[in-house]
């Protein structure tokens, strides 16, 4: 399954590994990548084995860093 969530708040390739990491350390998340728009809003798409809800998404975002769900 894939889903894409729009991210503001990136801003370099840190950012985009950080959101990486935490997001791809969701139960079932198989595969994160990250469209990153510096100073914009990036697309991170999620491949998973089941639906991953937005509050998971958000609890991720939040322990990367300063990044929210647009």
Do not use: W
């Amino acid at each position: 399954m894939s889903q894409q969530f729009k991210v503001e708040g990136m801003t370099c390739g840190h950012c985009a590994h950080a959101v990486t990491e935490e997001v791809g350390a969701i139960d079932g998340v198989t595969a994160v990548v990250v469209n990153l728009v510096p100073e914009g809003v990036s697309t991170v798409t999620v491949e998973s084995d089941s639906d991953v809800s937005a509050d998971a998404v958000r609890d991720a975002l939040v322990e990367a860093g300063d990044y929210r769900l647009v």
